[in-house]
């Protein structure tokens, strides 16, 4: 039956699926005669995929369209969408518990064993210079200011010799010029405590007070002033700041005077160190300044240099590492570097064809480093001759090569000379 609303029911409210649909089996088919015509009066809307009659034609709607049963019993006259099912809560849980483990596990053993397949194929060596590319490329896309160190460099320092650098104070000149004897690098830690620089020099001072001043900036590869490194185009004040200043340099040279005055040999050297030279008359010092900022540094490399060399640390933490040639067996190789920081107020002393690099950690830093001709490591200095004339010269040029040296042979051309009573290298 339709009523005029048109609320047909062909099963009460509340039946349950199994009662529906034997009622619905029970019911006789009436048999439709399909060239049968309803009279214009009496026309209504027929659902003939429900066997349904309504006299309304303003009815719309069919809420028995489709039974949608559903637990308990009951059916809903709304069809069910797929995107309405509400997801089951334990695959989140499943998923919240697997994707770390399957990071750690890809991290941790899939790229190690990808890793070591790849060296099988294509060569360890090959397979090493393919991860310091790919660091070298992470730290250019990453890295604030220019690259300074490679990742090939930075393997080398990381490789470091468990050995400490010798830290002494409050120490004689006799006992000094012992611990240069043996060639042994070494910081005194209270080398600058006569020094009047020491606690008026740092970077903003120096800056100020010698504005004029020429610096070489090495992320600019150019010569500017002291007072024009915070008018960089390509940075902001001091942001990677780094570079050097020489005092033999014209422009320089009228500060010289002023900065070895507040610089003196320190009281375990001799007054005459900065000058004093063998067989010939004294001779102007030879000084070089370094300022850089926290981030920047100098790659392993080797100063072509005869000279024992001063430094001293007048502002700002710098890390340090030395490394020289070592006796292998049949074959000779750069020893495993000794790193180390060296603090304000410290001066360190190393020696020729000592590879080296610095690192500035903390703060602006400004140091001084200077050249002396004695005291001379003679020890050190007959067994690197030693140890590099026991091996071809191919060998020797190929260890120097590692360092980007210009000049190959350039230990050749020092030597131990003795004058009054002194030992120098030269």
């Not at 210079?129 to 460099?153: G, M, Y």
């Not at 930075?154 to 006799?174: K, P, Q």
């Not at 370094?290 to 240099?305: C, I, Q, R």
Request: with cysteine; proline share 6%; charged share 25%.
């Amino acid at each position: 039956m339709c009523s005029s609303t048109c609320t047909c029911v062909n099963a009460q409210v509340g039946l349950t699926p199994l009662v529906g649909a034997v009622y619905r089996a029970r019911m006789p088919r009436k048999k439709t005669n399909k060239s049968s015509k309803l009279p214009s009066n009496s026309r209504g809307s027929t659902d003939e995929r429900r066997g349904t009659y309504c006299n309304d034609k303003n009815d719309k709607h069919d809420q028995f369209e489709r039974q949608n049963f559903r637990k308990g019993g009951t059916y809903s006259t709304v069809p069910e969408q797929p995107g309405n099912k509400q997801a089951d809560w334990r695959v989140g849980v499943i998923m919240a518990i697997c994707l770390p483990i399957s990071i750690l596990i890809f991290w941790k053993v899939t790229l190690p064993v990808m890793w070591w397949i790849l060296t099988v194929m294509v060569g360890s060596d090959f397979a090493q210079k393919l991860s310091f590319f790919k660091q070298d490329v992470i730290h250019i896309l990453t890295s604030e200011c220019p690259v300074w160190l490679s990742a090939k460099e930075r393997a080398f320092l990381d490789d470091r010799s468990n050995d400490g650098i010798l830290r002494v104070s409050n120490i004689s000149r006799e006992g000094f010029e012992d611990i240069v004897r043996r060639g042994e690098p070494v910081i005194v830690t209270d080398a600058l405590r006569d020094w009047e620089s020491f606690g008026l020099y740092d970077c903003g001072y120096f800056m100020r007070k010698f504005p004029e001043a020429e610096y070489f900036d090495w992320q600019g590869q150019e010569t500017i002033n002291l007072g024009n490194i915070t008018n960089r185009p390509a940075f902001s004040g001091l942001q990677c700041a780094s570079g050097y200043m020489e005092t033999s340099w014209d422009s320089n040279r009228k500060y010289a005077k002023e900065w070895l005055r507040k610089m003196p040999p320190p009281y375990f050297l001799r007054e005459d160190a900065y000058v004093r030279h063998p067989f010939a008359e004294d001779r102007e010092p030879s000084i070089t300044g370094f300022l850089g900022v926290p981030g920047t540094g100098v790659a392993p490399h080797l100063d072509e240099t005869c000279d024992t060399i001063m430094t001293a640390q007048l502002a700002g933490v710098k890390n340090w590492s030395v490394s020289w040639p070592v006796k292998d067996g049949e074959r000779i190789r750069w020893g495993k570097p000794i790193v180390f920081t060296l603090y304000p107020g410290e001066a360190m002393f190393w020696y020729v064809a000592m590879r080296h690099h610095t690192e500035v950690i903390e703060d602006c830093s400004l140091s001084f480093s200077f050249l002396l001709k004695s005291p001379a490591p003679t020890e050190y200095f007959q067994r690197l001759v030693e140890d590099l004339s026991s091996v071809p010269k191919m060998e020797q040029d190929a260890l120097f090569k590692e360092t980007e040296t210009a000049k190959l042979d350039y230990v050749d051309t020092c030597g131990i000379l003795t004058d009054d009573g002194r030992t120098f290298i030269a």
